[in-house]
């Protein structure tokens, strides 16, 4: 009887030997698949920190020595391509945009409300080195968008037929028009350096339409080549109403001639640095070489992508806004169909990224 105790107690213990094996199997087990499952998850950020950097590095390689200018709608800024080192150049409140760089990249040119009350937006420019702002214009009525030849020589500069800030203007644009006009850089310089603006007696029409017809010239973007100057513009009808409204991108010279059609429904016109596309607000491009029209394609961000603008030295990156409100600034590559996006570390907001045409200090 003994002996049988002892076995059913021998045979107890074994059970219960393999049974917390077992268990003990399981639980390892089980450890072993979180551990994996743990360093899957915590591969993911080290690989996507890698790829971002990878690519701020290669964008700081090829293009480091160019610079961007951006403005927030209110401060005008400089920053490297990586988006480090931002540096305020003019303080353009309580609203400033439309910023467009010189050919030699001495200057921004930029559009600003700044002064009393019910100001007008008028053509200002900052000096990128000494950071010394001077006031173009003095039309009373909205400057809407304004760059200077390639060759230095004419300023083409839009107009609107009234002033934005004054009562509720800004809530029925449609009662206005705008008009795009040029002006000889020289009468601009003199009139700088006499301490005056220019006036809208000192601009020559190129592109008008009477309120009534309710059509918009404006988005300018001048071409990087001074031997052949071509302006790019939209033709917008009834703007702010969005029911009805139409854009058509247009180039022309600056004499008023070869005006071409470009692209129907496309907006915000901005030409690359080497002069053979001409990108888009919804990141699609016209490929000059090609003559057709292209799609950027950008992963990786949720938020709405615009606005795109090609690098120097061959587009092989395009700078663009992330967002719609609070806007901040993307980076990709273009070599892709597919192209991975990464927003880049800027603490202000950041619309219109323009490239500067040639290299900066």
């Known amino acids: 009887m003994l002996l049988l105790t002892r076995a059913i107690k021998c045979s107890y213990n074994i059970d219960i030997m393999k049974k917390t094996n077992l268990i003990f199997q399981l639980i ?63 303080d353009g409140s309580p609203i ?19 002064g009393p009350a019910e100001t007008a937006w008028e ?25 200077v030849s390639p060759d230095n020589q004419t300023m083409a500069i839009s107009v609107m037929t009234g002033n934005s800030n004054i009562g509720d203007n800004n809530d029925n644009l ?25 006036m ?20 300018l973007s001048w071409n990087n080549n001074a031997a052949n100057p071509t302006l790019a513009f939209t033709k917008t009808w009834r703007y702010d109403e969005d029911d009805v409204s139409y854009t058509h991108a247009y180039t022309i010279k ?7 059609l470009i692209a129907e429904n496309k907006d915000m016109p901005i030409w690359s640095i080497d002069n053979t596309k001409l990108s888009f607000l919804d990141l699609s491009y016209y490929d000059f070489s090609e003559s057709n029209m292209r799609q950027i394609n950008v992963t990786d961000i949720n938020s709405e992508v615009s606005g795109g603008s090609f690098s120097p030295n061959g587009g092989n990156y395009v700078i ?39 290299p900066l200090p």
């Not at 449609?174 to 009139?191: D, G, H, I, R, W």
């Open 254 to 260: 600056p004499d008023g001639s070869d005006e071409t």
């Open 123 to 147: 053509a200002w420019r900052v000096n990128v080195q000494t950071k010394e702002e001077t006031k173009i214009s003095d039309f009373g009525f909205d400057v809407r968008s304004l760059g």
């Open 200 to 219: 809208m007696s000192d601009l020559h029409v190129l592109k008008s339409s009477p309120n009534e017809e309710q059509f918009w010239y404006e988005e």
């Open 28 to 90: 390892f087990l089980n450890l072993f698949l979180l551990s994996l499952t743990s360093c899957e998850k915590d591969d993911d950020p080290i690989v996507e920190n890698k790829t971002q950097n990878g690519i701020l590095q290669e964008v700081m390689r090829d293009v480091g020595n160019f610079k961007i200018a951006f403005g927030d709608t209110r401060k005008i800024y400089l920053m490297n391509p990586d988006g480090s080192s931002v540096e305020q150049l003019a």
């Open 320 to 358: 663009f806004e992330i967002g719609d409100e609070n806007r901040k600034a993307g980076l990709s590559k273009t070599t892709e169909a597919a192209n991975k996006g990464i927003q880049l570390p800027t603490m202000v907001d950041v619309y219109e990224p323009r490239w500067s045409p040639v």
């Open 96 to 114: 400033s945009g439309y910023v467009a760089w010189s050919p030699d990249a001495k200057y921004v040119y930029y559009a600003s409300a700044k």
């Open 174 to 198: 449609t009662q206005f028009s705008c008009n795009l006009y040029t002006v000889p850089m020289a009468v601009v310089e003199s009139k700088i350096a006499s301490n005056q603006q220019i």
